[in-house]
């Protein structure tokens, strides 16, 4: 009976105390799923979590800060650019973060997907101290696109053999405890960090792709942090005691992307028609609860010098939209619906559920261009779809949320998305020399007068060939249980601040 009582007591005291240490965990709740540990997949899950540190790091108004890197310098030719490494980095196998251990890391991404195959490099090397990146021709944004999550530096021993990554061994505050692909991750914090130990030392991130149910989740007290939240339910979040709620601007667009070599968009009218169709106030009032984020350009005012004031905006104007449609050689058919040499206007427009408002801004769009006689069915899928299908040239429209802060300058995102051939996030069907000649000589010169001449006019070609179509700017709204203080906003997601979080009793 003493037995059986002790061995109760024991039990009930063993599940207190993980009771306790459940409690005591920071939980986070986002959108994204993590497709696996390769760094080009899901690199940004763990740059975001600072599990994996870059050389180059960014604050929140996008000035470029050192990371792994302490310092860097470029030759007087802008041929050859070394970056330090700082000697007080460990990685989470207890070896130092070396040069060599970090130009291996590079040539990796160098040779993969990343954004480092969009520079000119010759030779990445080490040097002593030094990470040496040795350019065919001057790229001033070098350390720019070293702030990507495609560019993590991990350990040696995060590869196998053939040089794939199988685990990841990062330098960041935390370390991966246990990854169970494609929703959840924990977290422990690092013992040797160069930063000093986190303010919470056990961290889970559960990927939850609905939106109202990462709300009920922050109500609810499961997750104390949560990411992305539809705006509906950032109003009903506001009033709730126990939460905080954090809202930032951010260099993000919602843009229709369209296969611009299809029947429907090859035609500068049909994408200018498109357009002129889009009730961009009313989207962004009803459904964002913010007219302010009417994407009347494709860069929002928040990126300087990107951002041309002066320039003729996108409004709405359906008689503008049918008038262009005609002239492209669109008529009326017995059904209302536009055809062209008996080809009906009737395409799908492809979006996904990560980010929670789009499927009911593809929604009012479907409306919308009904008006003008352009029948589109809104297929909601996962955002992997976006860049298969436009591989495969099978993509006709689709709505996605396109971050220009892919690197600390919206000229990473211009390079890859408006290249001949345009990337998978990008232009389909579309490429423009003047644009591409205009790109590359912003990417070579760090002078000031001579960039804002080149964005403006960059700017301006995209407003008039609409390659892809603004619909609305956007904002992250991050909700934190008072439970928690120190949260940031970071608007250009580099990372989420982790580290910086303490419990507040």
Known sequence: MRVALFVACVAIALSTLSSMAQERMLRVAGPWEIAGVDPAQSGYVFSRLQVAETLVSANATGKLMPGLAQKWSVSDDGLTWRFTIRTDAIFHDATPVTADAAAASLKRAHAGVGVLTQLPISEIASDGQDVVIRLKKPFAAVPAYLVNFSTIVLAPASYDASGKVTRIIGSGPYQVKSLTPPLKLELKGADNWWGGEPGISEVSYLAVGQGETRALMAESGEADLVFSMLPVSVERLKRNPKLDVHIATIPRTRIIKLNAAAPFFDDVKERQAISYTIDRAGITKVILRNADLNATQLFPPALAGWHVADLKPLTRDVDAAKRLLAEAGWTPGPDGILQQGGKR???????????????????????????????VKVSVGNSSEIPSRHQDGTLEMGLISRLYSIVPDPIGTLLEDYRPGGSDWGAMGWSNDELQTLVEKLAATSDPRERAALQKRAVEMLQEELPSIPVTWSELAIVANKRITGVQVDPFEVNYGLASVRWAE
């Open 345 to 375: 206007f009737s395409v799908t427009l492809l979006t996904y559920a990560s980010w929670p408002e789009l499927p009911p801004i593809a929604t009012a769009l479907q409306a919308q261009l009904r008006e003008v006689g352009i029948d």
